[in-house]
């Protein structure tokens, strides 16, 4: 029988599904080009002829340099304390558990402006906790690239904590079980069965992480300020370019986007199908 | 297996410290030899009074096993058999009881801290470390030099037959070889009790004899308690020294295998083991079985020796048989029936009658056929006294 032919049989043989109900279809196909359509808009307009110049131009570099370190510093502080306070949350009983869970994803919700607001007036030179610091440390956090850090943390932990939090509870807790009834303590079943079990949701987590604190906009600039050098990170440096130069505005933006992708496709290669 | 080669630290009651020790013996689980057995020092092995609230029911059942003795806890899906052996190792608590090995008192002890090896039904290996690190994980939280573990884990797993598999992730194992690994795992903590959760439910059943023996001549070497939950009458009999038989959270029948299998006490234990099985009272020659409503006059079962009092009465379904009309012989057991319902059984047919008294009967092809039974006809059945079993209940 031909090759024809046998197509032919077998799309007589196949299983019709019925039509794919159009009333999902639409919106799907809008949703889509809603989402699509803008990076388009960023290549079409883009100044292609003096993009070389503009993204080696100096400003931009340094934007960059400290919108990757400080977003790579805000997830390994996030992991450093999120990690444990998943597993707090997923696998301990104290009072006020709910309560604390509740607490932790209050920044996932209110605006980063406010959250930076409040970070001011606790971390601020006058704030609760910032006078002290000051007092007696000399340490002055507004304004500073450690500011920019906090200010990331503040708002991207709770996507690795919630992300965390959520792999632990997936995962079969009778592996623990049978790690202590071999002697492990609690710490070392932890460390030796719970954390390379959950490794993939803990890498996941991180990724949202550090994308969020790339990305983060309002509590920066109202914590840390917009300092070129210091604490202008790549998202602030789009919104001051578009003001008076928006072809800028679009190398920076695209720069962003091209890194951010680059970095989750490495992370997602590594992780994701390395499993 | 060896005595050697599971390399017991476990000091032998009475003997004093440091006697009968293993290879690597410096591995040690915080049971210190030198205490030696308690007040009363002949208790050695499992003494344990198991009360917990389990869900919807209440466990409670006492167990005891001797050093070296496989005690099988047998007993329907959702009877608690597996609670009660995560009760032992401390994986759930107690509401009420004990449980003292070896004279020592563990009800309270962390489950880490406990002098036991488990095997879970799926063997729960490490995905992410080898067969071998698997095996050094216990031996590594006891506290051993990473080497030491290393060295007392090949040298298990050469014991089970699996040198060659000591680098291969979990994954890459075949049932039977996962159950060795996980076997392996257990027993390099040395410990004291070893607790045995469904070994053999994750096998299939073509590999299961060869694993079960196997596994038999393993748990021989040991000489630590050995508890092992299986639904499995056959695997019960196989391993185990003694059985107790668990249903809604207590022990309704405990014995060797062989009484369990020749007089069961519960409906489902004589399902278990294949008996039709009877409450009744003995008058002498014969035994009253308890009347059930509907059932019109009391059944006598005449039995071999004279017998009073309350009893159960046992026979095996090959040892119905069945005739067309009143049999005129030796036969002092002959009851009117009709014919509940016919299935394969085996190499036999085993046909269901309604009673009095309900029973099964298993008949060759060929007597089915001849006495053309279907379901509602009316059949005797005859059952020689010689052939039925009765014990005091």
């Known amino acids: 029988m031909s090759a024809p032919a046998d197509r032919r049989a077998g799309r007589r043989t196949r299983v019709r599904a019925g039509r794919t109900p159009w009333i999902l279809v639409v919106p799907a196909v809008v949703g889509v080009l809603f989402l699509v359509l803008p990076f388009a808009g960023l290549l079409v307009r883009a100044p292609w002829s003096t993009m070389g110049a503009r993204v080696s131009d100096p400003a931009v570099l340094s934007a960059l340099w400290l919108s990757l370190s400080t977003a790579s510093v805000a997830t390994a502080v996030s992991l450093l304390f999120g990690v444990p306070l998943a597993w707090l949350l997923a696998r301990t009983r104290f009072p006020g558990r709910r309560f604390v869970r509740a607490l932790v994803t209050v920044p996932l919700v209110i605006p980063p402006v406010v959250g930076g607001v409040a970070l001011l007036l606790v971390l601020g030179r006058n704030g609760l906790v910032g006078r002290y610091l000051d007092a007696w440390f000399g340490l002055t956090l507004p304004f500073t690239p450690a500011a920019v850090v906090i200010a990331q943390v503040f708002v991207a932990m709770p996507f690795l904590v919630i992300s965390v939090e959520g792999a632990l509870r997936g995962a079969d807790r009778r592996y623990e079980e049978a790690a202590a009834t071999l002697g492990a303590s609690r710490a070392t079943v932890f460390a030796r069965v719970t954390l390379p079990m959950v490794l993939p949701g803990i890498a996941a987590g991180a990724a949202l992480c550090w994308a969020r604190a790339l990305g983060e906009f309002g509590a920066t600039i109202t914590f840390a300020g917009n300092f070129p050098g210091t604490t202008q990170t790549m998202p602030l440096a789009v919104y001051i370019a578009m003001q008076r130069d928006p072809e800028a505005a679009i190398v920076l933006s695209l720069v962003l986007l091209l890194v951010s992708l680059a970095v989750l496709g490495t992370l997602r290669e590594r992780w994701v199908h390395a499993r | ?393």
């Open chain 2, 1 to 393: 297996m060896s005595r050697d080669a599971r390399g017991s630290s476990r000091p032998d009651p009475g003997t004093g410290p440091g006697s009968d020790r293993g290879p690597g013996s410096g591995i040690g689980h915080g049971s210190d030899p030198g205490e030696g057995p308690g007040p009363g020092g002949a208790a050695s092995g499992l003494d344990a009074v198991l009360r917990a609230r389990l869900g919807g029911f209440a466990l409670d059942v006492s167990l005891t096993a001797a050093p070296g003795e496989v005690l099988a806890l047998l007993g329907p899906n959702g009877a608690g058999k597996s609670s009660a052996l995560r009760v032992l190792a401390g994986l759930v608590p107690l509401t009420g009881g004990h449980v003292r090995l070896d004279s020592r008192d563990e009800t309270t002890t962390a489950v880490e801290h406990r002098p036991i090896g488990m095997v879970f039904q799926d063997y729960l290996l490490f995905e992410h470390m080898s067969a071998l690190d698997n095996v050094a994980f216990g031996p590594r939280c006891q506290g051993a030099a990473k080497a030491e573990a290393r060295a007392r884990a090949a040298e298990l797993l050469d014991h089970m037959g699996l040198a060659e598999h000591a680098r291969t992730r979990p994954r890459h194992l075949s049932g039977g070889q996962a159950q060795r690994v996980a076997l392996a795992r257990a027993l390099a903590v040395r410990p004291r009790m070893l607790l045995l959760d469904e070994p053999m439910a994750a096998l299939d059943a073509s590999t299961r004899i060869d694993v079960r023996s196997r596994l038999r001549r393993l748990l021989e070497g040991f000489d630590g308690v050995t508890v092992l939950v299986t639904h499995d009458p056959l695997e019960a009999m196989v391993l185990a020294d003694r059985v107790a038989v668990i249903e809604s959270g207590r022990v309704v029948q405990e014995g060797v295998p062989a009484e369990v299998a020749r007089r069961p006490r519960t409906a489902y234990v004589a399902r278990l083991v294949g008996l039709n099985l009877f409450r009744g009272r003995g008058d002498g020659e014969a035994v009253v079985l308890d009347a059930r409503d509907g059932d019109g006059g009391p059944t006598r079962v005449a039995v071999r020796e004279p017998n009073e009092g309350p009893a159960l009465v046992a026979f095996p379904p090959r040892a119905v048989a069945l005739y067309p009309e009143h049999p005129h012989g030796s036969t002092r057991n002959v009851w009117r029936s009709t014919v509940d319902g016919i299935e394969r059984f085996g190499d036999q047919v085993r046909v269901h009658l309604a009673g009095p008294p309900a029973l099964v009967a298993d008949i060759t092809p060929a007597a089915l056929a001849d006495l053309g039974l279907a379901h509602g006809d009316t059949v005797w059945a005859g059952v020689k006294a010689s052939e039925v079993e009765c014990y005091p209940r």
